[in-house]
């Protein structure tokens, strides 16, 4: 999606841009599985940040509302502890407050109301300053912020964990497990994670959009607009080594030995590839090397076309764990699938309201959290029937029962996405957001090779969709501020293109 929101952004400013996608259909990890006739997603389940999405089609001249009619989600989410415990979060925040009175009292409901309020100043504090800012550091921030800092800080709290800023809200432990799971949307956990990171909350509270067809229709209809603006969009391409000439970028060679000449690329890959030397060796200097041990999250998830009974699920659906800490203790510190994961349970075929369960088979994307291991160890076949085995004995605790059949469930391991994303050991999120500097340690778009510029979820500002779409533009704003300066400088027009691999 940087990639393609990178190629929309230049290709409406007439730049010429050339698009190579490795994989046979565009989106990278927006992607779909198919179990006999059904597309299941297999990606992102979840749309927010409708005005970024709005912002990058007008760029073009277009309308989402024209391109990509979407659907508001009435629940946010259902969460569930045990059979008896439920608990949803609505579009409505007062109607949520009520939920939660309900669910763990008065108190806790006006803790809810408190931490809104807060999450609401933290996202407008970073939106501008942080988020859309090409490459942020700390005294910048405070810079941008101005006279607002101090008192923002505040509520930045960016040296408190957001499982600790989470108890000055909720005395309730399952309210804290329920927001400290918005650390898991940047592949982290809630107890090394900073406090910012509950902007998350106001980010879903603005809105959360259901798109009828499926996730992948996001990245279809941005690439589609960016042929239409001139865009050559070239599937099973895969690029093999950016290379150089007198020390700046001057094209890319595919596996087929073909040579596509350009002035600058816009690398939408895991920065680890980079480092690594994946794309030459000569350009491993061009960023920073990844933290050792400093991954995010991967995941075991199941695609299944199934049977959903019990449980009236709704669209999104999280089953958590009875330990939460114990849970992230696996993950991060011994490296292993927790023993009682936390579980999401994306139902596709249901609505965003209360649920009705569709009469026919349901597609349902089942994830757990595992350790970005795929590049140093294979699960066994009996290790990966006990992980299915824990996961939806669990669910049926939870009053969840899914019938399916081994024909009918596809399961995607770290080794899996390993060879989806090279570099990254099945990290879906690049490096873990961890501590206060974590938020500042993720490289910009700009590198240190001319001509070379990055964009993606393992880049400023961050995994997730809407995320990955501001990097899209950041790169694309950059590059062509570079054009600029460079013509100037030299006083004609620069030749060749523009390549995203």
Known sequence: MAGLSAALTLAAR?????????????????????????????????????PVFEELLRCAGHSLEERLPLVRADVLARHAWSES????????????????????????????????????????????????????????????????????????????????????????????????????????????????????????????????????????????????????????????????????????????????????????????????GSFGAELAHAVPRPRAGGRSLSAITWAVLGHAEGFPLSRHNVFFSPDYAAEFAQLFGARQVPAWPTVYVCAQDRDAGPGTAPDAAERLLCLINAPADGDDRSYSPTELEQCERRTFSFLERCGLKVRRSPSQTLITTPRQFETLYPATGGSLYGSATHGWRGAFSRPGARTRVPGLYLAGGSVHPGPGLPMTVLSGSLAATCLLKDAASSRRRRGRDTRGGTSMP
């Open 14 to 50: 007439g730049a010429r841009v050339v698009v190579l996608e490795r994989a046979q259909a565009v989106g990278g990890k927006l992607r779909q599985t198919r179990i006999e006739d059904a597309l299941i997603d297999a990606g992102p389940t979840v749309f927010t940040m409708r």
């Open 85 to 276: 415990e439920r608990l949803d979060l609505y579009a409505d925040r007062a109607r949520t407050a009520d939920a939660i009175g309900t669910f763990a009292g008065a108190r806790e409901a006006q803790g809810y109301l408190r931490f809104a309020r807060d999450a609401q100043r933290v996202f407008r504090a970073m939106e501008v300053a942080y988020l859309r800012d090409a490459r942020p550091g700390p005294l910048r921030l405070v810079r941008r912020m101005g006279a607002r800092a101090l008192p923002a800080l505040w509520y930045l709290r960016p040296f408190e964990s957001l499982w600790r800023a989470l108890a000055r809200y909720f005395r309730d432990a399952r309210l804290q497990q329920l927001f400290g799971r918005y650390a898991t949307y940047c592949g982290s956990s809630p107890f090394q994670a900073p406090a910012t990171l509950m902007l998350v909350a106001h980010v879903e509270q603005e809105g959360v959009w259901v798109v009828p067809g499926g996730m992948q229709r996001v990245a279809q209809t941005v690439a589609d607009l960016a042929q239409e603006c001139g865009a050559e969009l070239r599937l099973g391409s895969d690029v093999q080594r950016i290379l150089l000439r007198a020390g700046r970028v001057n094209g890319v060679s595919l596996a087929t030995g073909e040579f596509v000449p350009a002035d600058a690329v816009i690398l939408n890959a895991d920065v680890a590839a980079l480092a690594d």
